[in-house]
């Protein structure tokens, strides 16, 4: 059996836009839902959710038969987490809280076999197709997209030097952490955060790697989009669940009570 491909990373080299959902709901039947939407990827959120690896492995399960790729996110630069998401079938891991560039050489290791790396190596697993996949050891990390997150005033001093750190695929911006390093928590549409959030974008794309990005502010979306995101992050599953019951509710209301 050949290795999977990863067309995420693939279209992601080209340069195309692909548009992204956020699951941060820990219900596999909401993330089967989602991949069934016309989005081009969705990310697992194991970061800010209660999600361990044996839960991730369920969200992959339920997207795998859908035309979707899926990005998971580790609950932080943690090689060992890493690795079992990586058994487990994910061929795409976006890193947070990358701070510098050698945290981002950490996250390169984490995503590699030895020699170039520290990922441990397991013959029978989801991501060998349980031994079937033709020399998946040597060739595993051609299909494997690191992607690695900027979040804070750190990041932004190297972004350069993170960008060129070898084993980094792409660099993704997160506004709202990027917010509270520089000043501005619970702000990340505040103008300073919105003018440092794409003007990193257009660092990275000039450093030649892909840019992402994610906001539910539209506008803000717009601007990311012109500033050089190509992959965009535009909704939430639990922020679109609760906007969606408030305007029933409140559609509703309006109508009994008139």
């Not at 984490?110 to 990922?119: H, L, M, N, S």
């Not at 350069?160 to 070898?166: D, G, R, V």
């Not at 993704?172 to 928590?185: E, H, N, R, T, V």
């Not at 609760?242 to 009570?257: I, L």
Request: hydrophobic share 45%.
């Amino acid at each position: 059996m050949d290795l999977p491909k990863n067309t995420f990373k693939s279209t992601l080299l080209s340069g195309a836009q692909q548009i992204g959902y956020w699951c941060t709901i820990d219900d596999p039947t909401m993330t089967e839902m989602a991949a069934g939407c016309g989005f081009d990827w969705l990310l697992i959120d194991a970061e800010h959710t209660g999600m361990d690896p044996k839960a991730v492995l369920a969200h992959l399960h339920a997207a795998s038969a859908y035309p979707v790729q899926t990005m998971v996110r580790p609950s932080s630069l943690d090689a060992a987490e890493i690795k079992k998401l990586l058994d487990f079938g994910a061929q795409s891991i976006l890193v947070p809280y990358v701070r510098n560039a050698k945290e981002a050489a950490m996250a390169a290791e984490a995503v590699d076999y030895a020699p170039g790396g520290i990922r441990g190596v397991a013959g029978i697993t989801r991501a060998t197709r349980y031994g079937a996949v033709d020399n998946y050891t040597r060739r595993a990390r051609e299909e494997i997209c690191l992607v690695v997150q900027i979040e804070t005033k750190s990041a932004l001093d190297e972004l350069e030097e993170i960008c060129a750190t070898p084993g980094v695929d792409a660099a993704f911006i997160g506004p709202a952490d990027l917010a509270a390093s520089l000043g501005f928590p619970g702000q990340p549409s505040h103008p300073e955060v919105k003018a440092a959030c794409l003007d990193a974008l257009r660092r990275i794309r000039a450093a030649g790697k892909p840019a992402g990005f994610l906001t539910l502010d539209y506008e803000f979306l717009s601007e990311a989009m012109e500033a050089g995101s190509c992959f965009t992050a535009v909704e939430v599953d639990s922020a679109a669940l609760r906007r969606g019951a408030m305007a029933s509710a409140a559609r509703w209301k309006a109508t009994t009570s008139s």
